[in-house]
């Protein structure tokens, strides 16, 4: 017989992250200057974490910390454009070993070999569901790769 907490619905989770995005620059955090819909619903219905601190402000080292849980002392992830080695449990690791399904939606921006090269699946720390570019800051017009496509799509609601 499972136990309780084996019976359970697990929640689902979804983390948003930005590039030199402030909470105070959202609607739900009090800026009467934008309008953030969607992010304001999220947080309505969500855990806000609204005291967080990076460990290191550059794209790459805080992505890489996010999901190694270490460092940049210890992933060596200082710069833009370095790979996050695949040597230890990632936190998409941890997750597919805890039974969810991973996913990875966006700009990825650890893997290092080339802004517009797809990712092959052994340097996606462990997330099956891709769509998914290096990195981009074209983002009127931003491309992705769809598992293991080699040919980028744009995303719906862009013009080529």
């Known amino acids: 017989m499972a136990s309780g907490a084996e ?11 930005a590039d030199q995005m402030r909470a105070q620059a959202t609607g739900y955090a009090g800026d009467p200057n934008v309008q ?12 806000n974490l609204s005291n967080a601190v990076a460990s290191c402000p550059v794209c790459p080292p805080y992505r890489a910390f996010l999901l190694s849980g270490q460092y ?3 992933h060596d992830l200082f710069l833009n ?4 080695p695949d040597n230890g449990h990632s936190f998409g690791q941890e997750l597919r070993s805890a039974g969810y399904a991973t996913a990875w939606v966006g700009k990825w921006h650890i893997d290092g070999h080339g802004r517009t090269a797809p990712i092959p699946p052994g340097r996606r ?6 769509r998914v570019l290096e990195c981009s800051h074209d ?15 744009l995303w719906d609601g862009y013009d080529a």
């Open 139 to 153: 983002y009127n017009q931003s491309r992705y790769y769809a598992g293991e496509e080699v040919e980028p799509r």
């Open 7 to 17: 019976s359970r619905p697990r929640p689902n989770l979804v983390f948003v992250f």
């Open 81 to 84: 454009d370095l790979c996050l």
């Open 36 to 47: 953030t819909p969607f992010l304001d619903r999220l947080a309505g219905e969500s855990l």
């Open 125 to 130: 720390q462990s997330f099956d569901f891709w």
């Open 72 to 74: 940049p002392l210890t």
